[in-house]
């Protein structure tokens, strides 16, 4: 899958237009904003919020959509804590290439759980990511903790 082909269309785009959450790994769906689980993950849980509307301008997001990612990152940062207790997270915009976005033209914000002693060292020594469960695994988790108050 890494070695494959990117698509050339917006793979943020289209995830949101399709009606197939369960398998494009989308955990909500909000008025201006999606929750969704990262495929290449650098850690269990890493989570990306993203507007529906592709835009690679952070200054050009809507209030709306500014608010709607950070309340959806909050509550989704809550759910992470319940289902795996990590010590840490990484909340994080990579804003343009050179900055280290995958995906320049559509803004999406990063959230990534952190523990101590965490192998997220190994994409910069070895070109690998290490997980240890499951993404669909991690979704269940996810969502039943989001039924879970």
């Not at 201006?32 to 919020?49: A, E, I, K, Q, R």
């Not at 910069?124 to 499951?134: G, P, S, T, Y």
Request: hydrophobic share 40%.
């Amino acid at each position: 899958m890494i070695r494959a082909p990117k698509e050339p269309d917006c793979f943020l785009c289209t995830k949101a237009a399709e009606d197939q959450d369960a398998e494009n790994l989308i955990l909500e769906r909000g008025q201006t904003c999606m929750c969704l689980m990262n495929l290449y993950p650098y850690s269990n849980g890493h989570l990306m919020v993203a507007p529906y509307r592709h835009v690679g301008d952070f200054t050009s997001l809507s209030d709306e959509e500014v608010t709607e990612m950070m309340l959806m990152a909050r509550s989704w940062v809550r759910d992470l804590q319940k289902v795996g207790d990590p010590q840490g997270f990484n909340l994080g915009l990579n804003l343009g290439r050179v900055a280290g976005a995958g995906v320049a033209d559509h803004v999406h914000l990063h959230i990534v759980p952190r523990w101590g002693g965490d192998t997220n060292f190994m994409t910069v020594l070895a070109e690998a990511r290490v997980i240890n469960q499951a993404l669909e695994e991690t979704r269940v988790d996810l969502l039943r903790a989001r039924a879970t108050p």
